[in-house]
Nanobody, 115 residues
């Protein structure tokens, strides 16, 4: 069973930065999308940022210009660099990898931004 292992969450002050990482436990063939979603208390899970085949990226409007998603296909790893963090970014962040065979989710990592 392929697992996604996330790291990098934590507590940061508003205006600070964090980098999230997510690595697959084994090589995944045929990946077409790697990215991050988040779920704040009382809210639905939402897309934060995603990188798709061909180098296309999609960002939530609320994070454009501040967050950057990147990936290392060879290492099956996806990153989320978060700058100028705001308190409303507080949520559990989940990485997601989609391939021809899988739609995988990480266990979630807590990001808390204090005002």
């Amino acid at each position: 069973q392929v697992r996604l292992v996330e790291s990098g969450g934590g507590l940061v002050q508003a205006g600070g930065s964090l980098t999230l990482s997510c690595a697959a436990s084994e090589y995944i063939f045929g990946i077409y999308a790697m990215g991050w979603h988040r779920q704040a208390p009382g809210k639905q899970r939402e897309l934060v940022a995603e990188s798709t085949t061909g180098g296309n990226t999609n960002y939530a409007d609320s994070v454009k210009g501040r967050f950057t998603v990147s990936r290392d296909i060879a290492q099956n790893t996806v990153y989320l660099q978060m700058n100028s963090l705001k308190p409303e970014a507080t949520a559990v962040y989940y990485c997601n990898i989609r391939s021809q065979r899988y739609n995988l989710w990480g266990q979630g990592t807590q990001v808390t931004v204090s005002s």
